[in-house]
């Protein structure tokens, strides 16, 4: 062996670069990388805390948007009562009551599950996403047709 300047050895290369990537090789054996999102059925409990997560998200920013268009906008009211009689009505209803709704009911469903544990179960949990997102939905529609009149 040939030695360097200061008595090492230097390191030989035991496999010549490959032609194809590894992700290549894979597709050619029929083992993809890595499975797609599409594969995995979430359970109803993790969709119920992602959609509780985005409600949560989509408050905050509803607010912020109102507080920057009452600055941005000389009569704020004047624009609410104009969606409000028109058509999009029942649309920015419910735009707003169904995150309300899920996110105050989601709240109310993490309160019950810190003082009673014992009812964090699979079935408990399944069941109660279920009815979480029936009742913030049926909740939503009725208070988006709904009127309240002075």
């Known amino acids: 062996s040939v030695r360097g300047a200061r008595g090492q050895v230097p390191a030989r290369v035991l496999s010549a670069p490959a032609a ?20 995995y059925a979430f ?19 509803g607010t912020a948007g109102v507080a920057v268009a009452s600055l941005a906008h000389p009569d704020l009211a004047a624009l609410v009562a ?27 469903r993490h309160a019950v599950w810190d003082s009673k544990p014992e009812t964090v179960q699979n079935g408990f949990t399944e069941q109660s996403s279920y009815a979480l997102f029936g009742v913030a939905t049926v909740g939503a529609v009725g208070l988006s047709f709904a009127s309240f009149k002075k």
């Open 20 to 39: 194809e990537s590894y992700s290549e090789r894979m597709k050619k054996k029929g083992r993809p990388l890595s499975p797609a999102l599409t594969i």
């Open 43 to 61: 359970p109803m409990g993790a969709l119920s805390s992602i959609t509780v997560r985005i409600t949560g998200c989509l408050l905050s920013v």
């Open 82 to 108: 104009a969606v409000a009689g028109s058509s999009l009505a029942p649309l920015a209803k419910f735009s707003v009551s169904f995150p309300l709704l899920y996110h105050y009911l989601g709240a109310v």
